[in-house]
C-alpha cells in the first residue's frame, strides 16, 4: 500500500520555525520527485517546494525562498520541510507528494501548521 505520513505540523508564533516531516512507504521512494504543498482555507493548493528524486535539485515557491528548505533521506524514506522564519500567512495544511514523470501521483493526508500570536 502506497501511504504518505505528514507529521511536524502544528501552532507556531511568527518567526518561529517548524520541521515537517513526510515518511513514505509502498512505493520506489527514491526514483521520486517529492514536493510539498499547501492550502491555506479558501484558496487553492499551491505548490511550495520541490526535490528531485537524488535530492540534487530543488525548487521553491517565492514566498517561501530564503526561508524553508527541503530535503530527502533516500535511506529513510523521508522528505523533509524545514520552515524557519514563519509569517502568519504561512498557515495551511501541508500535503507531501510524490511523483513519478506521468505515471504516478501520490499524496499524503496533510499536517496542519498555523503561525499565529
Known amino acids: 500500500q502506497v501511504q504518505l505520513v505528514e507529521s511536524g505540523g502544528g501552532l507556531v508564533q511568527p518567526g518561529g520555525s517548524l520541521r515537517l516531516s513526510c515518511a513514505a512507504s509502498g512505493f520506489g521512494f527514491s526514483r521520486y520527485g517529492m514536493s510539498w504543498y499547501r492550502q491555506a482555507p479558501g484558496k487553492e493548493r499551491e505548490l511550495v517546494a520541490s526535490v528531485s528524486s537524488a535530492g540534487g535539485s530543488t525548487n521553491y515557491a517565492d514566498s517561501v525562498k530564503g526561508r524553508f528548505t527541503i530535503s530527502r533521506d533516500n535511506t529513510k524514506n523521508t522528505v523533509y520541510l524545514q520552515m524557519n522564519s514563519l509569517k502568519p500567512e504561512d498557515t495551511a495544511v501541508y500535503y507531501c507528494?510524490?511523483?513519478?514523470?506521468?505515471?504516478?501521483?501520490?499524496w499524503g493526508q496533510g499536517t496542519q501548521v498555523t503561525v499565529s500570536s
Open positions: 507528494n510524490a511523483r513519478y514523470g506521468n505515471w504516478a501521483d501520490y
